[in-house]
């Protein structure tokens, strides 16, 4: 079983800036992404990215948010800018060895084998 550790978030002002990370551990991977669910809310994507590179975000945090990935390290990165109080939830990293084609198929949430444990995002003045 892969080990999933994901680290990083915490408390910041609007307009502030946090990353989280996620590192995956075994054989390479085609997708990682996270989905992130505030209280009282249902999960919901923020960002994918491909083995390939190919990103898909969220509208919600297009321009803000910028998703990257290490192969070599089975490592993925989500750097958030100009957060916002609506940004304020858990963000749980979620990874598969498949090759998902389908932007449908990324953005599902019953696709991914691996999750992270949640790093706690708090966008607070």
């Known amino acids: 079983q892969a080990q999933v550790v994901e680290s990083g978030g915490g408390l910041v002002q609007p307009g502030g800036s946090l990353r989280v990370s996620c590192e995956v551990s075994?054989?390479?991977?085609?997708?990682m992404g996270w989905f992130r669910q505030a209280p009282g809310s249902e999960r919901e994507l923020v960002a994918v990215?491909?083995?390939?590179?190919?990103?898909n975000y969220a509208d919600s945090v297009k321009g803000r948010f910028t998703i990257s990935m290490d192969n070599a390290k089975n490592t993925a990165y989500l750097q958030m800018n100009n957060l916002k109080p609506e940004d304020t939830a858990v963000y749980y990293c979620?990874?598969?060895?498949?090759?998902?084609?389908?932007?449908?198929?990324?953005?599902?949430?019953?696709?991914?084998?691996?999750w992270g444990q949640g790093a706690q995002v708090t966008v607070s003045s």
């Open positions: 979620a990874a598969t060895r498949r090759r998902l084609a389908s932007l449908r198929s990324r953005y599902s949430d019953y696709n991914y084998e691996y």
């Open positions: 990215i491909t083995s390939g590179g190919t990103a």
């Open positions: 075994g054989s390479s991977l085609g997708v």
